[in-house]
Structure formats: C-alpha cells, structure tokens
Nanobody, 122 residues
Framework: QVQLVESGGGLVQAGGSLRLSCAAS????????MGWYRQAPGKQRELVAR???????NYADSVKGRFTISRDSAKNTVYLQMNSLKSEDTAVYYC????????????????WGQGTQVTVSS
C-alpha cells in the first residue's frame, strides 16, 4: 500500500507565497509522474502542474510563471512552490501519483492525497 501525506496549505494574503509538499511512502519501486490538482467550490478538479520521472513539467495556463513544481525522487516527494498568489487560487489542492509500481514488471496504480486547503485573501 502507498500512503501520501500532504502539507503546507493555509491562509495567505494575495501576493504571498506558499509551498506544498506531498510525501509518498510504502512499497514503491517507481513513480511515473507526480502532480498537483485543485478543486474550488462548485468547480471541477483541474490539473495545476505535473512532473514526470524524467523531469518534464507542464502547468495550467493560469499558474504559469507563478508556480513551480519539483520532485525529490529519492524521497518520493513532490513540491509546489506557489508565488504571487491570487484569490482565484483558493481551492483544495491534491497531489496525485501516476503509475506507481512496487516492482519493475508489476502493474502501476494511481494514488491521490487527502487534499490540503489553500485560501488566498484579497
């Protein structure tokens, strides 16, 4: 089994910064990609940023230039540095691991974190 622990959410004023962390533990051989999604009240969950095992990143247009995703593969941890926060960034942020394998030829599974609230006051 794989466990994800998210941290770093909170309340911040517009223009401020927060750093989210998501640490995975358990029987992990490899992780294909790690990402952050968010869901605001009344809206669908959306991709914020994603990073592959090779370091390729992609971002939602709304956060480009303000957010930076990174990963520490040795620690199975993904980070999201959020700068110049806006009120529209307020949401519950979820980390997601894509295709987690416990052995080289085992099947891969996706896992979601429990979510962490980010509130940006204007």
């Amino acid at each position: 089994q794989v466990q994800l622990v998210e941290s770093g959410g909170g309340l911040v004023q517009a223009g401020g910064s927060l750093r989210l962390s998501c640490a995975a533990s358990g029987n992990i051989f490899s992780i294909n990609a790690m990402g952050w999604y968010r869901q605001a009240p009344g809206k669908q969950r959306e991709l914020v940023a994603r990073i592959t095992s090779s370091g390729f990143t992609n971002y939602a247009d709304s956060v480009k230039g303000r957010f930076t995703i990174s990963r520490d593969s040795a620690k199975n941890t993904v980070y999201l540095q959020m700068n110049s926060l806006k009120s529209e960034d307020t949401a519950v942020y979820y980390c997601k691991l894509d295709q987690v394998r416990k052995a080289l030829y085992s099947s891969g599974y996706d896992y979601w974190g429990q979510g962490t609230q980010v509130t940006v006051s204007s």
